[in-house]
Structures are given as structure tokens and as C-alpha cells.
């Protein structure tokens, strides 16, 4: 991971905090990458030239980690992980309200099964139901234990960065980029950028693996290698599917 005293970030360059989002020729077909090429597509296209990374590539990542769905201003998307809240508590506190498959006897499966529950006495729910439920998850914990634990349990907007990773994205705290993930999609993208960058093991890896279209090597840096072969023909189907709508630019 990159030092942050010595990396500049897309984030904080004016040139690209400034670069209109969205594409000059909005693509008229009616697909997901369409949509977001539409949306997001000039600004993508301009950071995806700098880092050598097909735009294709970039707009597959996209659609996966976002399973398709748009930003809502003040309720970007979500998704609370259950096992990363069980590292920041008590073992038998985190019990009273939470459950994941990392304590069913299933070692390194602590990102399924995530269920959770107000009272210790009450039932168990799903939490990856829809959005709502996320939120509501969301909400019971900051108001339990506090902002800085309960943000650094989710993942947050199109590319679904953690934001246990505020930091190596250039952001002060996880309040910080928490705000501003939930204000505008450009501050998704630069995000997407900064992490291939200086959020995985080796500086620039994630661009490097997305140049190269090793989608299961980018699949197991990007979001760990537990699930990264079904990431990872995800990615690829997404971009195939992207390089096709593409064609219309």
C-alpha cells in the first residue's frame, strides 16, 4: 500500500475534479454499460487513458461491484460486511446481534451467511436483502457502536470500495469519504482509480492486472481471493458485453 506523503491522488487534481462525467454522445442503446457509459463515461474515459486501461474494463468492474444499480444522492450504495465488524468487536458481543459463516466451524467464509438481529432474543434476518436492509444495518450500528467502526464495515458506491480503505484513497477518515461517496458519482470514480493505484498489495497492480484482462488475478486483488474465480468471469462476461455496446462510440 502507498504512503500517503508520497502519491498524489486523482481526487485532489483539479483537472479531473472538473472534467465532465458524463458523455458528450450519449449511446442510445438500452444496456447497463450503455447507462453508465452515458453517466460516466467522459470522465472514465479520461482517467482510463491515463492509467492504459481499456474503458470496456472499467465499465465491467463497474456493473459487478454495482450489480447494475445507479447512485441516489444521500443513499449511494451499500453493502455492510458482517465478518469486518466481528473484527472490531468483542467475539460475544458481536454475537448478540450479528452472524456470519466465519463462526459456523467454516474458516475464511466470514464474508457469507451474514444475517443480524435488534435484540439478542430476536429472530435472525438477512442482511443482503435489498438496499433498505443494508441502511438499516447501517444505521443500528452507527447508533450502537459509533461511525468509526460501523463506516469501515461497508462498501460503498459503483465500485464498491471499502471504507476501511479511506486512507490509501486519500481521505482523512472513513466519515470523510463516506460523505463524499454519498454526494456525486465522480468522487466513485477517482476513487476507483486511487485504489488500483495504492490499495493493493504492490502499487498499481489493480491497473496493471485490468491492462493485462486478468480478470481473476484483478478479481482476488480487488476484492480477495475467497470468491475471485466467480468475480472474476463475472468481470469478464461484463466486458465482453461492454466492448460490444462500445462499439457505438
Same mark, same amino acid.
Given at each position: 500500500?502507498?504512503?500517503?506523503?508520497?502519491?498524489?491522488?486523482?481526487?485532489?487534481? #483539479?483537472?479531473?475534479?472538473?472534467?465532465?462525467?458524463?458523455?458528450?454522445?450519449?449511446?442510445?442503446?438500452?444496456? /447497463?454499460?450503455?447507462a453508465v457509459y452515458n453517466r460516466?463515461?467522459?470522465?472514465? /474515459? !479520461?482517467?482510463?487513458?491515463?492509467?492504459? #486501461?481499456?474503458? *470496456?474494463?472499467? #465499465?465491467a468492474v463497474w456493473l !459487478?461491484?454495482?450489480? +447494475?444499480?445507479?447512485?441516489?444522492?444521500?443513499? *449511494? &450504495?451499500?453493502r455492510f460486511e458482517n465478518h469486518l465488524l466481528r473484527r472490531q468487536l468483542d467475539l460475544d458481543e458481536y454475537k448478540k446481534h450479528?452472524?456470519?459463516?466465519?463462526?459456523?466451524?467454516?474458516p475464511g467464509k466470514g464474508w457469507k451467511g451474514h444475517k443480524w438481529r435488534v435484540v439478542q432474543s +430476536?429472530?435472525?434476518?438477512? &442482511?443482503?436483502?435489498?438496499?433498505?436492509?443494508?441502511y438499516d444495518v447501517l444505521t443500528f450500528t452507527r447508533q450502537k457502536y459509533g461511525d468509526e467502526i460501523a463506516l469501515k464495515c461497508i462498501s460503498i458506491g459503483g465500485p464498491q470500495? @471499502? !471504507?476501511?480503505?479511506?486512507?490509501?484513497?486519500?481521505? !482523512?477518515?472513513?466519515?470523510?469519504? =463516506?460523505t463524499a461517496f454519498q454526494k456525486d458519482e465522480r468522487w466513485h470514480v477517482l476513487g476507483f482509480f486511487d485504489f488500483c493505484e495504492n490499495c493493493m498489495s504492490t502499487r498499481g497492480v489493480g491497473s496493471k492486472y485490468l491492462t493485462a484482462k486478468d480478470w481473476k488475478k484483478f478479481a482476488a486483488a480487488y476484492n480477495g481471493p475467497g470468491n475471485?474465480? &466467480? =468475480?472474476?468471469t463475472k468481470i469478464e462476461v461484463a =466486458?465482453?458485453? *461492454?466492448?460490444?455496446? @462500445?462499439?457505438?462510440v
Open positions: 500500500m502507498a504512503d500517503k506523503t508520497t502519491i498524489k491522488f486523482f481526487k485532489d487534481d #483539479i483537472d479531473f475534479i472538473h472534467t465532465p462525467m458524463g458523455a458528450s454522445k450519449p449511446l442510445m442503446t438500452a444496456t /447497463s454499460s450503455a460516466l463515461g467522459n470522465l472514465m /474515459s !479520461v482517467l482510463a487513458m491515463k492509467s492504459n #486501461i481499456e474503458l *470496456a474494463a472499467i #465499465i !459487478v461491484e454495482s450489480d +447494475g444499480r445507479t447512485h441516489k444522492p444521500g443513499k *449511494a &450504495v451499500i450479528f452472524m456470519d459463516d466465519g463462526l459456523l466451524q467454516e +430476536g429472530n435472525w434476518l438477512k &442482511v443482503h436483502t435489498d438496499q433498505i436492509m443494508e470500495i @471499502l !471504507v476501511s480503505n479511506h486512507k490509501c484513497i486519500g481521505y !482523512v477518515s472513513p466519515t470523510e469519504m =463516506y475471485a474465480e &466467480v =468475480y472474476g =466486458y465482453r458485453a *461492454a466492448k460490444e455496446t @462500445l462499439k457505438a
